[in-house]
Every structure is written in structure tokens, then in C-alpha cells.
């Protein structure tokens, strides 16, 4: 009879697979001068990031969990991430593509043998397997990051995916959510990570949020219509940082001779999608346009409510779409396509009050700052929210179609500042309505 940690044991070794997949698809299609070039200043060199992979991967598995002797003690202060900023990371003396390769390869090799003896169960950062899914986790957002780096990179396309599906239904509107406590975050998620718990009780008034994110099409008319011109639609930050970053469209946009729009996309030239979510907008871009057409970015709390409450039962679910695991007919996620899919195109992933595509495709800015919830307890370490807590930062919701579904939940919270567009970042608006309104919620 397989028992729940044998099964518990074979998810970890999925996951850990298929980052691990990932990481090594992100690094072997370059050669070793780009691997050890800076490609922006935001960026690390993505030999840091696969070796930073492996060594956060041996301080917590081999050495930690697994009682081991340390791999390579003498580089732990290299692959700090708080000890060096991103633009230093070049001049630091870091492994060679090679030897980094060899090092994560060793790593891995020790890490297996930790899980097949780890009982997954006792202490808080064994149980049900909870330190191997937050490796798993933290090597899938550093899988992100370097698929944002190869879009910053020049040079000829190295990555290749099938294009997303199309559109399938109409997704265009919005939903109106009735007022209403519902429960937001999580305290049973056995891999969920510190800043998502407790589950606890919030009161959302009721609000309207679009059915679809806002698409090319419609961030081209705000563009027509000035957008980029009026600071009347501008918060003062937001007018000081477009004025002084010279803003007039998204990242990574470019208009020809004949007035029309292309975007680049990982090295290649491709035609501005009307149907496609905008990408590649900053928290002030995305504030902007939301008051342009007279509404508002969401909450953090709003957003969560639309995508994870159910009114017919009163709980809120995993997904929108239920408690089940993403699959590919449920969103986009996972690098499985290299862009957005157009709206429309995952109409099984929509939430109990008709809301598509909130997980996948991009990631949302909301209008929340960075906050711990009520009760939260820093685990496993003070570095992976509590620290950033306060600070300059906007929540942002739902993943994007670089995104893995083990680093993706409903719950899941992710966080930069509000000046950031390299990452793969859109929206959707709401809207305040009639306290009074008492329908689908």
C-alpha cells in the first residue's frame, strides 16, 4: 500500500524535476559569454542565478534537512542575495558555466538521497515536505527571472514554445461582487509560504472587477487618447517617474514609419495582438489607464476575493476554478507558450462570478502595499517577506505565463516596486458600486 508520504514524496520529486528542467532549458541555450554577461542592470548574469539555485538548495536541503557536510562552504557569501546588488553580481568572482553546472549537478545528486530517507514528517521544516517544495518554489521564481532576463538580452531568439490557444469565448465587461466577508489566505496549504498565512476573516465592500485582464487594444486607445500627456491621470510619483523615465508605452513596444505597433518578444518582432493581456507595465502605467476609463486598480483583497470566493458555499477555493491543480486548460502557466494568450482563451479557468484568467498570462497589479497579515509568523526565515514588509512595494496577483504552477496559487503573493516593467506584469480595473448591492458575490 503507498502511504501519504510515499505519495507526498513522489510530488516533491515532480517538481523538483521540472525546475530543475527549467533552470538547465534557461542556461544550455547560450553560450558561456552571454551566461557571464550583465544583459540589464536590474538583472543578475544567469550563471549567478543557477548557481544562487544550488546553493540555496544546499544550505537548506543537504546541509539543514539533511544533516550533511556542506558542498561548498567557502562560496555561501557569493550566492547571498542580500549581500550584493544585482549590479555588483558581475564583478564578484563567480563560478565558471562549468564549474556552476557541476556544483547544482552534485547538489541534486545529495538532495535525492535526503528525500528518500526525509520521514517528511516531525519538525515544522520537514512536514509534509515543506522544505523541499519551498527549494522547488524558490528555484521556479528564479526560473522566471532568467526568462525575464533572456527577454532583456539582444541577439537572435534562443527560445522557442507553441503559441497559446485563442480566444474561445468573450471576455469582455465586468463582475459585480456582492459585499461580504470571505476568508483570505491560507492556513492549511502544506506548501504555501509564510506570507500567505493565517487564513483570516476580511470584510470587502462590494465592488465591480473586469472579466478580463486589459488588453493591447485597449491600452493602444489610452495611448491615443494622450494618456501619456495628461498628469491629471498620473499620480505625482507616477507623472515624476514617466516624465524622467520618458515613457510613452510599454516595454518593449515600437511603432514603425507606418504608425504601426510591434512589440519584442525574447528576440523577435512580432505584431502588437489586439486580444492579447498588455504586458510589461509598471504599477504607475497601470494606475493611470485605470483612471483614464474611470475606475481603479483592485485591491489586494478584492483581487483575491473575485478569484478565490465561492458565494454558493462560503469557502474560498485553491484556483478559481476549484481546488484542483492547473492544467493546461485551465490557465497559462509553466513557460509551456512564450507571451499571453488572448482573452477569452481559458474560459474552464473562470472564478464562481464568471472572472477569466486570473491566474497565468501576467501577473496583476493591485493597488496594495506589501503587508503581513494578521498573526503572520516569519518561517522559515526573516528574508523572505518580513523584511520587505512596509517597504516601497505593490502586490502583485495571479502568475504569469512564465510562472510555475508549484510557485502559483490563489493565495500566492508576489511583490515589487511600483517602477518595475521587466517583469511580466499587466492588470484589470474595478470599480466601486452601490453599498447596497446584494448580488453575485
Given at each position: 500500500m503507498t ?19 527549467r ?101 515544522r ?30 541577439g ?47 470584510h ?29 491621470l ?70 483575491e ?89 505593490r ?47
Amino acid at each position: 500500500m503507498t502511504t501519504e508520504a510515499e505519495v507526498v514524496r513522489r510530488q516533491l520529486e515532480t517538481v523538483l524535476t521540472r525546475s530543475r528542467a527549467r533552470s538547465e532549458a534557461l542556461t544550455d541555450c547560450l553560450d558561456e559569454d552571454e551566461l557571464v554577461a550583465q544583459h540589464s542592470k536590474l538583472m543578475s548574469p544567469l550563471i549567478w542565478d543557477l548557481a544562487h539555485i544550488g546553493n540555496q538548495e544546499e544550505l537548506w536541503l543537504v546541509r539543514d534537512v539533511g544533516g550533511r557536510e556542506p558542498v561548498r562552504r567557502d562560496i555561501d557569501e557569493l550566492y547571498d542575495a542580500f549581500k550584493h546588488a544585482r549590479s555588483n553580481r558581475p564583478s564578484l568572482p563567480l563560478l565558471a558555466p562549468t564549474e556552476a553546472r557541476n556544483y547544482v549537478r552534485t547538489v541534486r545528486d545529495k538532495v535525492w538521497d535526503v528525500l528518500d530517507t526525509s520521514p517528511l514528517r516531525g519538525r515544522r521544516l520537514e512536514h509534509d515536505g515543506f522544505a523541499f517544495a519551498m527549494i522547488a518554489q524558490h528555484e521556479q521564481q528564479h526560473d522566471e527571472t532568467m526568462l525575464a532576463t533572456h527577454q532583456l538580452r539582444s541577439g537572435p531568439a534562443v527560445l522557442a514554445a507553441p503559441a497559446p490557444p485563442p480566444a474561445r469565448v468573450a471576455a469582455t465587461g465586468e463582475a459585480v461582487i456582492a459585499a461580504g466577508d470571505f476568508m483570505m489566505g491560507t492556513s492549511t496549504d502544506p506548501w504555501s509560504l509564510d506570507n500567505e498565512r493565517p487564513a483570516h476573516r476580511v470584510h470587502v465592500p462590494a465592488f465591480a472587477i473586469d472579466i478580463a485582464p486589459v488588453t493591447n487594444a485597449q491600452y493602444l486607445a489610452f495611448i491615443d487618447d494622450a494618456g501619456y500627456e495628461r498628469p491629471e491621470l498620473w499620480s505625482e510619483r507616477g507623472w515624476a517617474h514617466r516624465q524622467s523615465a520618458e515613457l510613452s508605452a510599454p516595454q518593449f513596444w515600437e511603432r514603425d514609419a507606418g504608425g504601426r505597433w510591434w512589440r519584442r518578444r525574447f528576440g523577435t518582432m512580432v505584431p502588437l495582438r489586439p486580444e492579447q493581456p498588455v504586458v510589461h507595465v509598471c504599477f504607475f502605467e497601470a494606475e493611470a489607464y485605470a483612471r483614464w476609463a474611470g475606475k481603479r486598480l483592485p485591491t489586494e483583497a478584492e483581487w483575491e476575493k473575485a478569484a478565490r470566493h465561492d458565494p454558493a458555499t462560503g469557502r474560498s477555493r485553491r484556483f478559481p476554478w476549484g481546488d484542483d491543480d492547473p492544467t493546461d486548460a485551465l490557465a497559462n502557466l509553466g513557460q509551456h507558450h512564450l507571451e499571453p494568450a488572448d482573452v477569452g482563451a481559458y474560459p474552464l479557468g473562470a472564478s464562481p462570478a464568471g472572472v477569466q484568467q486570473l491566474v497565468g498570462d501576467v501577473w496583476e497589479w493591485t493597488s496594495s502595499g506589501f503587508e503581513a497579515y494578521p498573526g503572520f509568523e516569519a518561517f522559515p526565515y526573516d528574508e523572505y517577506s518580513k523584511v520587505f514588509f512596509g517597504g516601497d512595494y505593490r502586490m502583485l496577483r495571479g502568475g504569469s505565463f512564465g510562472t510555475d504552477p508549484v510557485a502559483c496559487r490563489g493565495t500566492f503573493r508576489n511583490w515589487d516596486h511600483p517602477i518595475r516593467r521587466q517583469i511580466f506584469s499587466g492588470f484589470r480595473c474595478a470599480r466601486d458600486v452601490s453599498a447596497e448591492y446584494g448580488g453575485r458575490g
